[in-house]
């Protein structure tokens, strides 16, 4: 079993930044990519950002140039800094843990409870 809990979300407008970040524990000696999702409200959870346990990362069009992943292996933590934040982005964060660096919510095994986003404009 792997427990993440996320943290950093807030209220910011728009054009500012945030960054969240994923603590894991348990389980943790596997090397599991760590993708970032988010979920508005009315809609489905979407994919972020994923990285790999070697540092190999995929990310959504949608927040390409604004939003970088990041982990730290030696603390087990995955980061996703945020800029140029835009009302659409407001949702609630979920970080995800997954054997293999993918795209789709199904793949990934476990998730953190979530931080809320607001963006306003």
């Known amino acids: 079993q792997v427990q993440l809990v996320e943290s950093g979300g807030g209220l910011v407008q728009a054009g500012g930044s945030l960054r969240l970040s994923c603590a894991a524990s348990g389980r943790t000696s596997s090397r599991y990519a760590m993708g970032w999702f988010r979920q508005a409200p009315g809609k489905e959870r979407e994919f972020v950002a994923a990285?790999?346990?070697?540092?190999?990362?995929t990310s959504a069009d949608s927040v390409k140039g604004r939003f970088t992943i990041s982990r730290d292996n030696a603390k087990n933590t995955v980061s996703l800094q945020m800029n140029t934040l835009k009302p659409e982005d407001t949702a609630v964060y979920y970080c995800?843990?997954?054997?293999?660096?993918?795209?789709?919510?199904?793949?990934?095994?476990?998730w953190g409870q979530g931080t809320q986003v607001t963006v306003s404009s």
């Open positions: 995800a843990a997954s054997l293999r660096l993918r795209r789709l919510v199904s793949e990934y095994d476990y």
């Open positions: 990285i790999s346990w070697t540092g190999g990362i």
